[in-house]
């Protein structure tokens, strides 16, 4: 039996990609050596700190649902259908992937706001969004639907509609072959959009200042408990810094091997 021979990499490759690992790594070893490690349980778990850290989580969560219940059907139609704009209406919903946080947050702002196109509708049925709870959900989702979409159509395109066609002729009706067929098939990249979004959430910053401001307890996230204590209290900013990249690596990790191969 002929064995196959593996082809292996061209080891001129190694060296941009070690140069890569050590831009990623090198300023997260920096930050490790930066910390005061005697006072950093005393810095992690003040109330502002645990105030702004669950908050973040709660928000996260929710934004990542929202995600997936707007992400999901918003792929299958980029992947499953043919119009005329679409490729114009794909450039469009991945916007917030090039464009900077802060210009969402306005965009936010100007649509939400006390004055914006649906905030001023909304104050008079008493629904104020600008500046709350509610509005570090939207930013977040804003900043973090593009990559669960993107994820999942990519999934959606590699498995093809072969199984779909298959169980259509069998006699499944669409909402059967999408609940029974599609879902399954593409979980790993729904999964990993899932994870993505929440990292991406996790970490947002600018929309959510600009369109939600910084309220103790109300809108005040861990990325802006950090920025906060930049000035006034550099190791206690180093410390949530490292907390937040703990976490977002354990999500992450977790994610990975749960969809490990046994």
Do not use: K, N
Request: with cysteine; aromatic share 6%; charged share 15%.
């Amino acid at each position: 039996m002929t064995r196959v021979r593996a082809v292996g990499l061209p080891r001129w490759l190694l060296v941009p990609a070690a140069l890569g690992v050590t831009l990623v790594l090198l300023p997260l070893v920096a930050m490790v050596l930066r910390v005061p490690w005697t006072d950093f349980p005393a810095l992690v778990s003040g109330e502002s700190a645990q105030e702004a850290l669950w908050l973040s989580l709660r928000t996260s969560a929710l934004s990542t649902v929202l995600c997936v219940l707007l992400g999901v059907p918003m792929a299958m139609v980029l992947a499953r259908t043919s119009f005329r704009g679409q490729s114009v209406l794909r450039s469009l919903v991945l916007v917030p992937l090039v464009l900077p946080p802060v210009v969402g947050g306005i965009a936010l702002l100007y649509t939400f706001g006390r004055q914006g196109l649906l905030g001023e509708s909304l104050e008079l049925l008493g629904i104020r969004v600008a500046f709350s709870t509610a509005a570090v959900v939207l930013a977040q989702t804003f900043v973090a639907l593009p990559f669960l979409v993107l994820s999942l159509e990519g999934s959606l395109r590699t498995a093809g509609e072969r199984y779909d066609v298959v169980a259509a002729s069998l006699g499944a009706s669409p909402s059967t072959v999408f609940r029974r067929v599609t879902i399954p098939l593409t979980l790993p990249g729904l999964v990993s959009g899932a994870v993505l979004a929440f990292a991406r959430a996790l970490g947002e910053f600018g929309a959510t200042i600009t369109f939600a401001g910084s309220l103790e307890g109300v809108t005040r996230t861990l990325p802006l408990e950090v920025y906060l204590l930049r000035e006034s209290d550099p190791d206690g900013a180093v410390a949530l810094s490292l907390l937040l990249v703990v976490v977002a690596v354990v999500v992450i990790g977790a994610t990975r091997q749960g969809r490990a191969p046994r």
